[in-house]
């Protein structure tokens, strides 16, 4: 999740996990991937540890529709990740493609260091902006967990068609960040 409100420094969700914040240009984002437990977000492999250290799989539905965000904090927008891509240093004819990795350096900028999270060789992981994204996979439009470790991928907000949204996606052997848009039933 994302917000504007610069003097929150946690964020706590309805659960009462808390959330460490970091202040990326003007934007306040989660340093963390989001584990309430509302709707239907499950734990990758149905391993509650996972849930611990990834957060939970959520459906575009469920993001949108049960207020899974910690009061005062929303799911980004599509230009609001493109405001962060800008200010990590992607030009602003990029973020608006397609279906293609983007930038050069950017994803690196946001993907954690290290191999505990990522498979080798996590191409340009260097976290400078302190996000955090950790390699927590997805979970397809039949239900399946998939590509823990090896990819992170971040619902918006914005609806592109009626029944697919706009997203995000980093993976282990890039340091681009890839802008699609996938079914809200993922």
Request: glycine share 12%; proline share 2%.
């Amino acid at each position: 999740c994302g917000g504007d409100n610069s003097s929150c420094s946690t964020a706590i969700d309805i659960n009462g996990n808390i959330y460490n914040t970091v202040l990326i240009g003007n934007q306040l984002w989660m340093a963390e991937n989001l584990n309430t437990d509302i709707g239907n977000g499950s734990c990758y492999g149905n391993d509650s540890d996972n849930c611990e250290t990834y957060g939970r799989l959520y459906a575009w539905n469920d993001i949108n529709n049960n207020n899974i965000c910690p009061d005062e904090w929303h799911v980004p927008t599509d230009d609001e990740w493109k405001e962060l891509e800008v200010f990590l240093g992607m030009s602003s004819d990029q973020t608006n493609l397609l279906a293609v990795w983007r930038g050069t350096q950017e994803g690196g900028k946001i993907k954690d260091a290290g191999f505990n999270h990522w498979i080798s060789p996590n191409t340009g992981a260097t976290n400078e902006s302190g996000f955090s994204a950790l390699g927590g996979g997805h979970q397809t439009n039949t239900g399946t967990d998939v590509h823990i470790n090896g990819s992170a991928y971040f619902w918006t907000s914005t609806s592109r068609t009626s029944d697919q949204a706009w997203a995000r996606h980093l993976g282990y052997g890039t340091a681009q960040i890839y802008r699609d848009s996938w079914h809200k039933s993922q």
